[in-house]
Structures are given as C-alpha cells and as structure tokens.
C-alpha cells in the first residue's frame, strides 16, 4: 500500500511539473533596443541585476523546484552514495605539483577522508614527506577556504599560498616561513591567481610581482576593470605599481585589459609584461630586472599582437617562442631580445607538413628543445630538437595529451605527463642515461576495470561546408550499432581551447552505465591549429554548432543512436554551442545540460569580463560583429510553441566568468516557449561560482545530479521515475 502511495504522489507531481513551470514563470518586463537597423526585444533583461528581489525569489524556486524533481529519479541516491564511496577507493591523491631548481617538490594531496587538500613538501622525489599547511587551521572572515594556488620562492625560503572561499576563484595571499612554517609579510588580496598567473617572485625572493584587481564586486559597474601589476615587498609591507595604465601613460592600456609581469628564472636579466585579456596573442613589453629598484620602469615594446606568439621562454638574452605567424599549425623561433627581429628569427621546428598536427607544447633543457605535436587534438607524440634535427622520443604509452615541463635551461630535468580518454594523468621523469621514462607519480593512479574493454574511435565527419571535423567515439567492447544505444555528445569550440582526452566524470560513469560518450572537436577551438579556431570566432561561429549538429547527424545515420537517446552537454563559453544546437535542431536530442553557460552572447559585453570577451565573440558596437552576436544567441533564438528537449541548467551566484543571469533568461525564455511535456530545470548555487575551486561533496552533488537527469531522459531503466 505504502509503494502505491508514492507511485500516485510521483506521478501526480511529474503530471504536474510543466504547469508547475508555466506557474512560475518569472513576470515579463520588455525591453527594446535598437541595434543599427534591428530592434531587438529583451523579456527578461531585469534579470541582469544579481540583486533585484523578483528575480532572486525566482531564482529560489527555480532550485528548490529542480531538486524536487531530481529527488523523484530512482536511483538518484544510490548514485551518488556510489560516487562517495569510489572516492574512497584511491587512498588520496596529488595535484598542483611544483619543483623547484633545488628539487624541492611542493604538492596538495587530499586524503580519500578528507573534502580539501592540504600543502605537502619533500626534498627530491624520495624524501620525506612533510605537511606545511592545513587550510582548516587558518580561518579568515570566519570562513574555512581552499587553497587553489601554490608558488615556493626560488631559494626555498617561503612559500605564496593562494586561498579562496566558496568558490570564489579571487584569492587571499598569505606567505609562509618554510623553515619556521610561521606567516610573515601581509595577507594580499584582489588577486585571482588562476586566471591571471599568479605571482612572480622577485630573483632576490625578497617579494613578488602580482595582478591587482581593484574591484572584485561582481555588482559592481568597476568589476574587473582598471587593473594593475604591483609589486610587494615582504619586509616593507609596501605595494609598487610597476605595469599599468596610470603608471605607464605611454602604453596602450584599455580599462578591460589585464597587466602581467612575468619573471622566467631566477637568473634572467629581463622581465616581461604583457596585456592581456582572453585573447592568447598580447603585446609584450620587456625591461631590465634591475629596473625594478628604480622609481619607474624603462618598459620597450617587444612584439605586438601580430606575432602571433602564445608561449615563451626567455634565456639569458634570447627569446624562445612559439608562433602562428605565418604558420597555421605552430613553429619554434628563437631571436635575441638585445635585438630582436621577428620578421627574420631563426626557425628552430618547423610547422609540421600535416595540416592536422599542431604543435602544441614546448620546453627548454640543457641539452636543447622538447616539443609536442598533436594530430586533430586526440593524438600526441613528443620530440626533441638535437644539433637541429627532429628526433621522435619513446613514451611509455599512447597518448592522447602530454604536457611538458622543466627547471630550466641549465638543467636536464624533463617531465612530462600524459593523459587520454580512459586513463587519468599520469607522470614521468625523463632519465637522460637510458633516454626513457620513468614513472613520477605521488600518488596512485586509479585503474577503472569498467574500461579496461573500451573501444576509442577517432574518426572525422563531413560538416556542412565540406570540413572535416574530428569526432572521439568511446564505448564498451561488443556494443552493437542499432540505434539503441545512449549517447552522450560534448563539445565547446571556443578561445581556441582544445577538447583533449580526458577522463571527465561524465565520460566514465556514462561508458559505466553502458552507454557511448562522444566529443566533437568543433571549430572555435584549437584542435587543428590557428584557422581551426578562426573558423568559430565571431563572424564564422556558426560553424561550431553546425560542425555539432553534423557530427549527431551522424551518429543517428550510422545507428550509434537516435534522437530519443542522444543527450549533449557542454559548459560555460560552450552555452553558445550547446543552446544553438538545441534552438536550432529541438528534434535532434533528448536532453541537454549546460552548466555554468553563455546563452545571451548579445548582452556579453555588459557582463563581468565582458569587453574582455568580446574580443572572442563580437560587439554590438560594429554592424558585422552585432548581427553575428544575435546569430550566436540562443536566449534570442527561442521561439514560441516549439518541443524543445529536456534542459538541465547550472548557474553560480559567485561565477565571475559567467554571470547567473546568463543561464537564468534561457531557462525562463524557454520555460515560456516549449510545448514538449519535458522539464526545464535551472539548479543554483547561491554560494558557488564557476566550479573550478568547489569542494568534493559539492562536486559530486553536482555530478549525481546531472547524471541522473540524462540517464532518466535518456531511458536508463534503472532511472524512470514511472
């Protein structure tokens, strides 16, 4: 009797859910702007201030209604008590990992118990481990934080420790004695150290140079803007302003921009700085190191945004970069920075002949230049540069990402680690006596059975235009290719960001669950180089969502799957993919996620970051770049009486890269619109940002969460609610 009572309660509230929604729906307030010819209409554009009352009471209900709805999904619970219990499994784990020129190697490790992670030191890879600092025993503003950055001085005298609080991302600085493991100094705050680099110790490691963010209110018409490099000074207790716009009058400086200084080693003669912004090209400033004692910095422009330069190394006092100028797909140049000259430097590597490897990495070492190339995104090899000729080097396994990284050029430490589609990073030292690898790892890496019998197809699909985009297909041995199989599709295509193998949470516990995870490596991203991320970017965005929807075409074709099984997801700037594809194709899939998402493009440059971000995706300011911004836009491409599939959204009231009202509109706007008889659910975390620093539980939460929301609309039996 009690099982039949739940059935009809169960019941009756999903009945009900879509008149629910149609309740609730926020009240409609147009705005009208009139863009050169057009006069676009706005319902919602009240929401775009984080404190009106309205919005945030509905925003209230939105995330109380969607755990309701979540709670009714069977197996919802077990999910998650599996997920917590498999965290257990791995006895603890290692990450942010840095070694110093003296071999000293600095990590966070976090026990299976434990729900953040606490800084470790040890002298070389076998010594004697040792615990510098537990964020729990250090309380400011009352809050327990996390910490999400660590960079040890170059003698090894202290260490900047980066903590930040509910997500967050902008940090407090405290600095730590390692001898004493005492705090000296102030606690600097107003930095937001893994956006924007963090801080460069001084070579006399007597302080540090930082990013100073003025206004870090994200209510604030200030936020973000007017920032500056300051140099700290321990014992002084002083703050210099050493790169910015009110120091440096004869530097082109938007109030948008970011100022970085970077300061390579600890032996360098020169310090660079940079403005930056989302863009991965910057005009680059050089100065002497000595400067830095003078009243004002000498500051020479080194090359400009033309160069097309998106990583370096300085030696001594020449230059090593890597560049698209002139080369698509990447070259290493070399030139002297006493008298540069970039139209005519010394090409050490040469962009590859095959227009899909890219080079994707480098380093300097003693015994001279380490690169990766990278085929389509998914397949990674890694090289060395001897007396000018390439030579390929062994790596313990295939590998579909390796990062590279060493001390410096004075020295013959390589690392290198390696990551694909089932297998989580692993690390490796470079044994220059055998020319081989040797495994590093700090901790345990997990093996997962449930992959041990995974197919990995990477293959490429015909888009609309012709093109040829790169599609990674993942699935348990023996699955047949009938059409009824789940299948979900990721994909992002954006600031020329590549989709490399990983193994995300939803990748494993979706092959788990006997299903097939596809990622589509889209144009806007940088999986083929410089023109492939140019294919997607303002103008020829459109690209990204029709390469997406080529690429689902194509797995209903070939019988992976159908629309009534074919769920996406995608995340923050790759809203603006998934919200297309789901306004332009509603048919083609049965469930969408976007978490943290961009889908209101047309109103990004009034967001925080927002002039920043325009450099990536258009302004409103220019005909061309308006008309491209309101084709990117999904909240503006809902229309009325459309099915539209299920729509699970996420949204953080701290995000500083997207704000709430982002995901917020679309999910109103689409509540509005669709006829279909599934849910539109937005969930909001009222003391989360954009995820990246959010605790473990809050992390699983999340994932359980979404997961049971596809597998439900995706028909999982084990998830039905009837």
Request: charged residues 25%; hydrophobic residues 35%.
């Amino acid at each position: 009797m009690k099982h039949t009572i739940y059935f009809m309660i169960t019941f009756c509230f999903l009945i009900g859910c879509k008149e629910t929604f149609k309740k609730n729906l926020p009240p409609i307030k147009n705005v009208t702007n009139v863009y050169f010819e057009d006069s676009i209409t706005d319902p919602y554009r009240y929401m775009e201030n984080l404190t009106d009352t309205i919005f945030l009471d509905w925003l209230k209900l939105q995330e109380k209604t969607s755990k309701e709805v979540l709670k009714t999904i069977p197996n919802r619970a077990s999910f998650l008590e599996n997920l917590n219990e498999e965290g257990t499994e791995e006895s603890f784990s290692v990450s942010s990992i840095k070694i110093t020129e003296n071999d000293y190697y600095y990590y966070l490790k976090k026990n299976a118990s434990e729900d953040r992670a606490q800084l470790y030191i040890r002298k070389g890879i076998k010594g004697k481990e040792k615990l510098l600092f537990n964020p729990q025993t250090l309380k400011l503003d009352n809050e327990t934080h996390v910490i999400n950055y660590i960079e040890p001085s170059w003698d090894d005298s202290k260490i900047a420790i980066g903590l930040t609080k509910k997500d967050e991302e902008f940090s407090k600085i405290i600095i730590i004695d390692i001898k004493t493991e005492e705090l000296i100094g102030d606690i600097v705050d107003h930095i937001w150290p893994n956006a924007l680099g963090g801080i460069e110790w001084l070579p006399d490691n007597s302080g540090f140079i930082y990013t100073h963010i003025p206004d870090i209110d994200n209510n604030s018409k200030e936020y973000l803007l007017n920032c500056k490099a300051v140099l700290y000074k321990i014992e002084e207790s002083s703050l210099k302003e050493v790169f910015s716009k009110e120091n440096n009058v004869g530097i082109p400086f938007n109030e948008e921009d970011f100022p970085l200084v970077y300061i390579t080693n600890s032996y360098n003669k020169y310090i660079l700085g940079a403005i930056a912004g989302v863009a991965r090209y910057r005009d680059t400033y050089f100065a002497s190191v000595d400067d830095l004692d003078k009243n004002k910095i000498n500051w020479i422009l080194l090359f400009g945004k033309e160069e097309k330069i998106d990583q370096f190394f300085v030696d001594g006092s020449d230059l090593y970069y890597k560049t698209a100028k002139k080369a698509t797909n990447f070259k290493i140049c070399k030139t002297s920075l006493e008298n540069p000259n970039f139209n005519n430097p010394e090409i050490l590597v040469e962009e590859d002949e095959n227009s899909s490897v890219v080079i994707t990495d480098f380093t300097l070492v003693k015994n001279g230049v380490y690169y990766v190339k990278t085929k389509n995104g998914v397949e990674a090899s890694l090289y060395h540069l001897d007396k000018g000729v390439e030579k390929k080097v062994q790596i313990p396994k295939l590998s579909g990402y390796i990062n590279i990284t060493s001390k410096n050029s004075k020295s013959n430490d390589l690392w290198m680690v390696s990551e694909g589609w089932i297998s989580k990073k692993e690390r490796y030292r470079f044994d220059f006596e055998s020319s081989k690898f040797v495994n590093e790892n700090l901790s345990p890496v997990h093996q997962y059975k449930e992959l041990e019998d995974v197919i990995i197809e990477e293959i490429e699909v015909v888009s609309h235009d012709g093109e040829k985009v790169p599609l990674s297909i993942i699935y348990k041995k023996g699955l047949k290719k009938d059409g009824n199989n789940r299948v979900l599709l990721n994909g992002y295509g954006a600031y020329k960001w590549s989709n490399s193998p990983y193994l995300y949470p939803y990748l494993l516990h979706w092959v788990k669950g006997g299903g097939i995870y596809v990622a589509a490596h889209v144009r806007g991203g940088g999986e083929k180089g410089e023109s492939w991320h140019k294919g997607g970017y303002k103008t020829t965005k459109p690209n990204t969502w029709k390469d997406f929807i080529s690429c689902a075409e194509y797995l209903v074709t070939e019988k992976y799957t159908t629309s009534k099984k074919m769920a996406i997801w995608g995340a923050s700037a790759g809203g603006i993919n998934i919200g297309r594809a789901v306004t332009e194709r509603p048919d083609l899939f049965a469930a969408a996620v976007i978490r943290v998402g961009i889908l209101n493009p047309l109103r990004i440059e009034v967001a925080p970051n927002g002039k920043n971000n325009a450099k990536e995706f258009g302004t409103v300011t220019d005909n061309i770049e308006f008309k491209a911004l309101l084709e990117m836009d999904a909240y503006h491409h809902v229309k009325e009486g459309i099915e539209y599939p299920a729509i699970y959204l996420t949204a953080g009231i701290n995000d500083a890269r997207v704000p709430a009202w982002q995901p917020a509109k679309f999910a109103a706007r689409m509540q509005h619109a669709t006829i279909s008889d599934k849910p539109v659910l937005l969930s909001v975390d009222f003391e989360g940002g954009h995820g990246f620093d959010a605790l473990v539980n809050k992390k699983n939460e999340e994932l359980t969460d979404i997961m049971s929301f596809l597998l439900w609309q995706t028909g999982h039996p084990d998830y039905q609610v009837n």
